[in-house]
């Protein structure tokens, strides 16, 4: 395929924001080895900015010279080809436009194309690659293409272009999706808001709840001035309680779909929509939890560097000199085992966090990303247990341990991950691990069989049978 193709320009007084976009798709579609004419009001000034394989002439004359027409002009800027109009019938108008605000109009940028132009063929399609990733090619950014147009010959040979320039044409239906496809440069984060908004729901609880027993209990009790834990001790206390129970929430979701196809012996039957958005934000919770776990590092290393940790050095030290031993062995195995364990399960975390990206669960195939995601990252869950009861030791029977009669917050984070565990451990049981597998192999509870058998007279008579059996 070896069509011309034409890139319309914005005079730099107007915008120099598409008409970057265009000197970067003329540069892509060159190296991608197609005839590029490129049209503008002034070719002659705008030459230089375009590779020189290229040619730059006049709206009319490069617009004779295409197959494919690359509309790289904003929305109110299409009544410009009006006087156009009669040499662009039967081609195939390229928009490549987005909105500055979402649904800004009734109606998408490329139906309002296609109603000023009724004899050319609209295609929406290349809005959601940005300049860089035309530049960089489809080793970076979005590899995705997305392209929807009520003619399928049309799509077929946008999606062969983008094929040729290295990327991954999506067919999204027709012309009715070009709304929501712009729509999706102008999304912040839509997949991250719930689980973001979980995260910090859950780090002001546990922040309020380490601040009472760390701040507000000895100043009560004990007329203590302790604030100055608040910018460091209590954020380092409440990120591994985020990060931990951030975790569990990825796995627990699994739990009560295992839970749901076994109460009704099926995995055919919906979940609730609760679950299934639950589900489908099982990434973004895991990534928030190893962030949350790398800062928690981070301020532990920190830790040492404080002013208030010299003066208690200091302290310790005069302790010494007057014949108090502070050495305790219990303490020592304690502090030594949980920093170990500790460092195994962030390893761990970082090694789940690489591969969600897609750049590397691409490269594996489903064993390998299953065994690492669910595999390890139920070990990583189980290592994470075992840093929190390290931590917690014998304290958790310590009355002096309860501020305000509040248990420590690490008996707190305990619930949902030894819950998801225990769940974890049931599933694995023969009776129940091969009744599960089956259900996931299309085995349905109380589903009837028919079967056709043979009788004595050579006749064949048939009968049904419960696949319970």
Known sequence: MDPFLRIYLVAPW???????????????????????????RNPKRKASLFPSAAEVTFQAEAVKKADVIFVAIFREHYSTLCDLADVLVGKILVDVSNNTEINHHKESNAEYLA???PACTVVKGFNVVSAWTLQSGARDGNKQVLICSNNQEAKRIVAEIAQVMGFTPVDMGCMSSACEIENIPLRLLPAWKIPIFLALGLFLCFFTYNLIRQVIHPYIRE????????????????????????LSLVYL???????????????????????DQWL??????????????????????????????RYLLIETAVKQVTGMTIWVEEEVWRMEIYISVGIIALGLLSLLAITSLPSIANSLNWREFSFIQSSLGFIALVISTLHTLTYGWSRAFDENQYKFYLPPTYTLTLLVPCTVIIAKVIFSLPCIRHRLLRIRRGWEKGR???????????EFSSGETSSNV
């Open 115 to 117: 109603s000023l132009f």
């Open 280 to 309: 489908q934000h099982r990434k973004q919770i895991g990534l928030l939890s190893f962030f949350c776990a790398a800062l928690h590092a981070v301020y532990s290393l920190c830790l040492p560097m404080r002013r208030s940790h």
């Open 253 to 275: 979701p699994g739990v009560l779909a295992a839970c749901s196809q076994l109460y009704y012996g099926t995995k055919y039957r919906r979940f609730p929509d609760w679950l």
């Open 14 to 40: 107007e915008s120099w924001s598409f008409g970057d976009f265009a000197r970067s798709l003329a540069v892509r579609l060159v190296c991608s080895g197609f005839r590029v004419v490129v049209g503008s």
């Open 448 to 458: 009837y069989v028919k079967f056709v058998l043979p009788s004595a007279t050579g």
């Open 223 to 246: 007329q203590k001035n302790k604030l100055y834990k608040i910018p460091i001790e209590v954020v380092n206390t409440t990120l591994p309680c985020v990060s931990y129970v951030m």
